[in-house]
């Protein structure tokens, strides 16, 4: 995908289960920033990253069961998140620290010294939706082999 491709993407959307409306704004409202959009007693929007992410009640749908091996960590297999600029990814992991967020895979860096290293951290949502957020010191090894 060329440079200008990727610069005119279109928003992604995700729809993903939670126990509690209110769990979610707190969360994805207040710790992570992410504005809201429009709701409903059953769904919210939120805007995560300038892509549309919408939290449904759906308790009997949440969390996360499998994993699978990448570069010596235990993945949540179903995961969503973003990838941030390295400012932006130090801050995250400051912030998401300082909230108490326990970690499934702490902060650091993946796949050093090879096509494709960065940084990477995984945590859980109080749904138990896992996360990734990952960042990468050259952007444009996103889709190295």
């Given at each position: 995908m060329s440079q200008a491709t990727q610069?005119?993407?279109p928003p992604f959307h995700l729809a993903f289960?939670?126990?509690?409306?209110?769990?979610?704004?707190?969360?994805?409202?207040?710790?992570?920033g992410c504005p809201e959009g429009r709701s409903s007693p059953d769904w919210v929007d939120f805007n995560f990253y300038g892509h549309q992410i919408v939290a449904h009640l759906s308790p009997e749908e949440t969390g996360h069961r499998?994993?699978?091996?990448?570069?010596?960590?235990?993945?949540?297999?179903?995961h969503f998140g973003a990838v941030l600029s390295m400012s932006q990814w130090e801050t995250a992991a400051e912030k998401l620290r300082g909230a108490g967020i326990k970690f499934i895979i702490e902060p650091?860096?993946?796949f050093k010294g090879e096509p494709g290293e960065q940084a990477t951290m995984f945590f859980l949502d109080p749904s138990g939706n896992a996360m990734e957020f990952k960042a990468f010191a050259n952007m444009a090894s996103l889709f190295a082999k």
């Open positions: 610069d005119s993407m289960p939670v126990h509690s409306l209110e769990a979610a704004r707190a969360f994805y409202g207040t710790l992570l499998n994993t699978s091996a990448v570069d010596g960590d235990n993945v949540p297999v179903r650091h860096i993946r």
